[in-house]
C-alpha cells in the first residue's frame, strides 16, 4: 500500500526533476517560435510542439510550440518531458513521465503526466495509466561525454484524470495530446 505521504514525496520529486530538467536542457533544446522575421515559425520546423486540452478544475487549451519551450531528459527509470511553464508565453508546465528509457519508436508505454502553474501554486498529476506512442525518434546530437539528444514526438492519452497534488484543488482532465520535444540520453 503507497502511504499519501510517499505518493507527495515522488509528486515533489518529479515536479523538481521536471524543473531542473527545464533549467538545464532548454539549452540544449532550440527556442525560438519564428523564422527571425517576426511570423509564426512552420510547425515542421519547430523543435518544441504539444497540443492538448484540459478540463474539470483547470480548463485550457494548450497549443506550444518552440516559443513555450520544452525539454527532456532521460534515465533507464523514466524519460521526462517538458513544456511550458513560463508566466509570459506558456503559463502552464505539462510533464510528460514515461516508464523506462525511450530512444526508439514503440507504442503503448505507461505514463503519468504532471500539470503545473508557472508559480508553482497549483500541481496535478495521473497514475500511471497513461499510455503515450512514441511514432518518430531521431539523434539530433551526439554529445561526448553527455550523452545523446533524441527527438521524439508521439501522442498520448489517459484513462484516469490528474488530482491535486497539493490538496483538494478538484481533478483535471486530460484529452489526447500530441507532442514532438528533444530528450538527453546519458
Known sequence: MVRESDRMAV??????????????VLALTACGGDDGDGAPADPEEEDCLLAVTLSGALSETLDY?????????????????????????????FGVFINGSITAPS??????????????Q????????CRVDITEST???????????????????????????????????VGSFTFRAGTLVP
Open 11 to 24: 509528486a515533489h520529486g518529479r515536479l523538481g526533476a521536471a524543473l531542473l530538467v527545464c533549467a538545464g
Open 65 to 93: 510550440d518552440d516559443s513555450a519551450g520544452c525539454s527532456g531528459s532521460s534515465t533507464d527509470v523514466y524519460t521526462a518531458l517538458s513544456w511550458g511553464g513560463f508566466e509570459d508565453s506558456a503559463p502552464i508546465n
Open 107 to 120: 507504442t503503448g508505454n505507461l505514463a503519468s503526466v504532471q500539470i503545473t502553474s508557472a508559480d508553482g
Open 122 to 129: 497549483v500541481s496535478w498529476e495521473t497514475p500511471d495509466t
Open 139 to 173: 539523434v539530433i546530437e551526439v554529445i561526448p561525454e553527455i550523452g545523446t539528444d533524441y527527438a521524439l514526438q508521439g501522442k498520448g492519452t489517459c484513462s484516469e484524470p490528474a488530482v491535486d497534488n497539493f490538496g483538494d484543488g478538484g481533478e483535471v482532465t
